[in-house]
């Protein structure tokens, strides 16, 4: 059974992270995406400290379909470097994880 895994990525805005999440899901990349609002992140890009507001995707899907994930991230995100970064499920309610696999298309 392949292994679950939940990708964060953050969006600059709401616009970008609906249409994210809902390819995502209409692909059967994931399960449920949730866009989490209220984000306030600090980095450091081209060497310069940043601070924006941003919106979280916490995306629920399979290890084995991260490439695909990714590639469609990076298609539909306007930053040029998105984030993206996967975390292996490592437990959880059995019923909600056989829906995950349901949904994404394994069984």
């Known amino acids: 059974m392949p292994e ?3 990708i964060l990525s953050t969006c600059p805005d709401a616009a970008s992270a609906e249409r994210i999440a809902r390819a995502l ?11 989490v609002p209220g984000l306030r992140s600090f980095y450091r890009w081209q060497e310069q400290i940043q601070a924006d ?3 979280l995707l916490v995306i629920k899907s399979a290890a084995d379909r991260f ?3 990714e590639a469609l991230v990076r298609k539909l995100h306007p930053y040029e470097l998105p984030e ?3 975390v292996p499920l490592t437990t959880g309610s059995a ?3 056989a829906w995950l ?4 298309g394994e069984r």
């Open 67 to 69: 490439e695909a994930v």
């Open 25 to 35: 899901v209409e692909e059967r990349l994931a399960a449920c995406v949730n866009c």
């Open 4 to 6: 679950l895994v939940v």
């Open 53 to 55: 507001a941003e919106v």
């Open 95 to 97: 019923p909600y994880l």
């Open 101 to 104: 696999r349901a949904e994404i």
């Open 84 to 86: 993206l970064i996967a």
